[in-house]
């Protein structure tokens, strides 16, 4: 299997010329900094709260939670898995940065349900270096939640670990559901 043959073709509306994508970002920035106000707020999160949810893009956080610009820290990885590095930056928003809270968010559908371990060993095929990440594939996503969760409450680095709470989310209505912990 080719790595790179999994991933799936454009959208025919999508712009596929070279740069065109980022263009069109950068172009959107442009218009969004002549009507942009310095808001006046620092990093700090104004609920105290931390965000880890996977980077899927039928997720639309802020309005799926009500969040307004500055009430949260947002990590995004693929699957919302807690790896090393959401402790990280979990470990920099609880100490440095004030907060108290983790909601962890995964969501039906999950493209990480679909891939195993073997993505890595194919990938150190194609380009002849084994990755040092794993992939964090996972079959039960209330499970998958589960463990999320264990991985926050258990890191020696965060303060904050009393309140964490784990949902996912349905991708088809827009409803979270928390996970018990247990």
Request: one cysteine or more; glycine letters at 8%; proline letters at 4%.
């Amino acid at each position: 299997m080719t790595t790179s043959a999994s991933v799936p073709t454009e959208p025919e509306d999508a712009i596929t010329t070279s740069g065109g994508v980022t263009d069109r970002l950068v172009e959107a920035n442009q218009k969004y900094a002549g009507a942009f106000t310095d808001p006046g707020m620092d990093a700090r999160p104004v609920l105290h709260v931390a965000v880890v949810a996977c980077m899927d893009a039928r997720l639309d956080l802020h309005a799926a939670l009500g969040l307004e610009l500055g009430d949260c820290h947002t990590i995004r990885n693929a699957g919302g898995v807690v790896t090393d590095d959401v402790i990280r930056s979990l470990t920099i928003s609880q100490r440095a940065l004030g907060t108290r809270s983790v909601v962890l968010i995964h969501h039906t559908g999950c493209g990480l349900e679909s891939l195993t371990e073997d993505f890595r060993h194919d990938l150190e095929m194609e380009v002849g270096q084994r990755p040092a990440w794993a992939v964090e594939a996972f079959r039960d996503v209330e499970q998958d939640v589960r463990q999320s969760m264990q991985r926050v409450r258990t890191s020696p680095f965060l303060l904050h670990t009393n309140d964490v709470r784990g949902f996912v989310f349905d991708v088809t209505t827009g409803l979270l559901r928390e996970i018990d912990p247990a």
